[in-house]
């Protein structure tokens, strides 16, 4: 049972045709790669899907609901990390996910559980009392991604979340992204294929607004 479905996915910009009718299926527990260079339509692929913007035409279905339907929960089972996340950098990473919790509405109890079960998972539990301010790259990329984890999301949606970082803060996130295959799907984007040829369970490769190829790793490497 796919926990994503594309069908005809479409979406333009005035003149330009971003997503030319993108169908794609993702399964549950598993790390997919949207792989493509810039201005292939991989922002516009995440937008839809999390529901920032709306399909020209087309539909998708993630964790069961329709992207179009108006039904408010699922969004709640749905976490997003953009390209540049905004962090509050006075606060310390522990205050920053006390704060996320306290949105989601979690009691006290529940959001500190939460918070230090993600700050070890993130592997920030050493820093939780700094300031943001003072993390590195890859430490603020780490608390972005506890922050979209915090309500328990079945997907985790990520725009370019290796791209900024260096070549450790990178492998830090991809040994993450394994750890959390349990708890979530994890989809994200890359304009770089080694980042998604080493851990991804399947990707789709897009160029100008296409699907070039979706295939698991392995099928991709017996076939190129
Ligand atoms: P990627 O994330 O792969 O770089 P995008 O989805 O951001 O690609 O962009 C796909 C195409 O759509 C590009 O040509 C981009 O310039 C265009 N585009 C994206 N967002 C907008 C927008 N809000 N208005 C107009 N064009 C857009
Ligand atoms: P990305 O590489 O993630 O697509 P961009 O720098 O291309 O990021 O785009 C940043 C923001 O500007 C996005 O929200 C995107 O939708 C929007 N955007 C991209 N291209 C255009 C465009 N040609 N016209 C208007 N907005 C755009």
């Known amino acids: 049972?796919?926990?994503?479905?594309?069908?005809?996915?479409?979406?333009?910009?005035?003149?330009?045709e971003a997503l030319k009718g993108l169908n794609l299926t993702v399964y549950p527990h598993s790390i997919f790669g949207l792989l493509g260079p810039n201005g292939a339509g991989k922002s516009t692929t995440i937008?839809?899907?999390t529901r920032q913007i709306r399909p020209t035409s087309g539909q998708a279905w993630v964790a069961g609901a329709s992207i179009t339907s108006a039904k408010a929960d699922v969004r709640a089972r749905i976490g997003y990390l953009s390209e540049q996340p905004a962090l509050y950098t006075w606060m310390s990473g522990q205050e920053f996910l006390d704060f996320t919790g306290e949105l989601f509405g979690l009691s006290a109890r529940d959001r500190r559980r939460r918070r230090d079960e993600l700050l070890e998972l993130v592997g920030l539990t050493a820093a939780a009392r700094r300031r943001i301010g003072s993390y590195s790259n890859g430490m603020r990329q780490r608390l972005g991604i506890a922050?979209?984890?915090?309500?328990?999301?079945?997907v985790l949606f990520l725009d370019e979340p290796v791209s900024a970082l260096d070549p450790i803060g990178r492998k830090e996130i991809l040994e993450l992204f394994q750890r959390l295959k349990g708890e979530a799907t994890v989809?994200?984007?890359?304009?770089?294929?080694?980042?998604?040829?080493?851990?991804?369970?399947a990707v789709a490769v897009l160029n100008r607004g296409e699907l070039l190829v979706q295939a698991s790793i392995t099928e991709l490497k017996e076939r190129y």
Do not use: M, W
């Open 187 to 201: 989809f994200f984007s890359s304009h770089v294929l080694a980042d998604v040829d080493r851990i991804c369970d």
């Open 1 to 16: 049972e796919a926990i994503i479905r594309c069908e005809g996915l479409r979406k333009t910009y005035g003149s330009v």
């Open 47 to 49: 937008k839809l899907l």
């Open 147 to 154: 922050q979209a984890l915090v309500n328990r999301p079945e």
